[in-house]
């Protein structure tokens, strides 16, 4: 079975290449390098020793996504391609509805045409409402705060469209906040520019690359008045993406699932835990709140355990070591 595994060079996608070898599967990956390296696709030929066929392709481009299909006996797709900076995406708007929805549609194009059925797609909590009561279900209320999280809605329901029409079968991936990098420290997240996320801000701070942290809020009400969020390790994120695959391929609909440990963290608890577990002190300070931000979400992570059999591995602890590892060894 051959996985097409759009956007395989980026952060998620990396790691889900190597948890898919690994499983037995055959990858062809797809990317147009805009927000990723060629470090990464060799990165994961090394964790795992095997050799797959890259293409450094705009998924906007139908000609060649035409001749990729057409050259391998495609099986299912894991769909990952897309922006994802929510500042960004408030700046340039018009550029990531372009990006993400003609990609997709792109996509949903190809797969007719080439009688493809299967897709699993990259979706994120960031479809929920903010409204929404705590731990968030599946079943919770849609909508979106920013252009970056519409286009995760409208490519929510592209896919069930498509769905509807054809006879596919679509899982939708709602991950909650992703962190960490594979423990062998090869690959991992490597943010253009100034982070925009906790943790490689922490990590950065932590190697002297960034002078301070700056924890935005410390009057939400939560246990020590900093955010909360439902942090899951990137290899445990992977491999729910392989018992993803198992799911669409047995079953036709379009079902979601939120990935998530179920646990809330604060700020200071994750800058408490990267201290002590790696021995090093991240300098912060305490920040008026960051525009657009919740106190505190988590998810309800029971469906994806009733359903696909997944359930968080990785401790906080884990997360903290393996992101180090990974900015000790690669970001000077
Ligand atoms: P990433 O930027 O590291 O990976 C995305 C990859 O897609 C990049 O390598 C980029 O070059 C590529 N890409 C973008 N547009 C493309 C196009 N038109 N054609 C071909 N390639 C294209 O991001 P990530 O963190 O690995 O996220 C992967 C997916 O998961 C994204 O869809 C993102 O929105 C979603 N997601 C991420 C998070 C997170 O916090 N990292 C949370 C929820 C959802
Ligand atoms: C986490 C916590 C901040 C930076 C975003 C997107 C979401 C999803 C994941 C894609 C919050 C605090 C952060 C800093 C801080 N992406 N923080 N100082 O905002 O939960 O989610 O990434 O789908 O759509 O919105 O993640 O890592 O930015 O913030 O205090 O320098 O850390 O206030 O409480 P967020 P984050």
């Known amino acids: 079975m051959t996985i097409l595994v759009t956007g395989g060079a980026g952060y998620i996608g990396s790691h889900t290449c190597v948890e898919l070898l690994a499983a037995g599967y055959d990858i062809v990956v797809v990317d147009n390098l805009r927000n990723s390296d060629m470090a990464a696709v060799e ?19 139908a000609d060649a996504m035409d001749d990729i299909f057409a050259k391998h006996n495609i099986g299912c797709i894991i769909h990952f391609a897309g922006h994802k900076a929510v500042g960004e995406s408030v700046a ?63 490519c929510e329901q592209i896919l069930r469209d498509c769905v509807a029409a054809e006879g596919w079968s679509a899982v939708l991936l709602r991950y909650f906040n992703p962190v960490g990098a594979h423990p062998s420290g090869i690959i991992g997240e490597n943010p253009q520019g100034i982070p925009n996320n906790l943790m490689p801000f922490i990590a950065q701070t932590a190697k002297g690359i960034r002078e301070k942290l700056q924890i935005f809020g410390n009057d939400y009400d939560t246990p020590d008045g900093t955010g909360v969020r439902d942090y899951i390790h990137v290899v445990d994120l992977a491999i729910g993406h392989v018992k993803s695959i198992d799911y669409c391929l047995k079953h036709s609909g379009c079902e979601a699932f939120n990935l998530g440990s179920g646990q809330g ?24 709140r960051r ?10 992570p029971s469906k994806a355990k009733r359903l696909l059999g997944f359930a968080t591995q990785k401790s906080l602890a884990d ?14």
């Not at 990165?43 to 481009?61: H, L």
């Not at 525009?291 to 309800?300: I, M, N, P, V």
């Not at 393996?322 to 690669?330: I, S, V």
């Open 43 to 61: 990165g994961v030929k090394k964790i795992s020793g095997k050799n797959f066929p890259f293409y450094q392709v705009d998924m906007r481009d």
């Open 92 to 154: 340039i708007p018009a550029e990531y509805y372009d990006n993400n929805i003609n990609a997709t549609l792109g996509l949903c194009k190809a797969m007719k045409k080439h009688g493809v059925k299967n897709i699993v797609f990259s979706s994120s909590a960031t479809v929920y409402r903010s409204d929404n009561t705590v731990p968030w279900v599946e079943e919770a209320v849609l909508g979106a705060a920013n252009p970056y999280g519409w286009t995760k809605f409208m």
């Open 265 to 288: 963290i604060s700020v200071l608890e994750l800058v408490k835990t990267f201290e002590a577990e790696n021995n090093v002190p991240v300098p912060y300070e305490f920040a008026p």
């Open 291 to 300: 525009a657009g931000d919740l106190g505190a979400y988590y998810a309800d």
């Open 319 to 332: 997360m903290c070591k393996d992101t180090w590892r990974y900015q000790e060894g690669n970001n000077g």
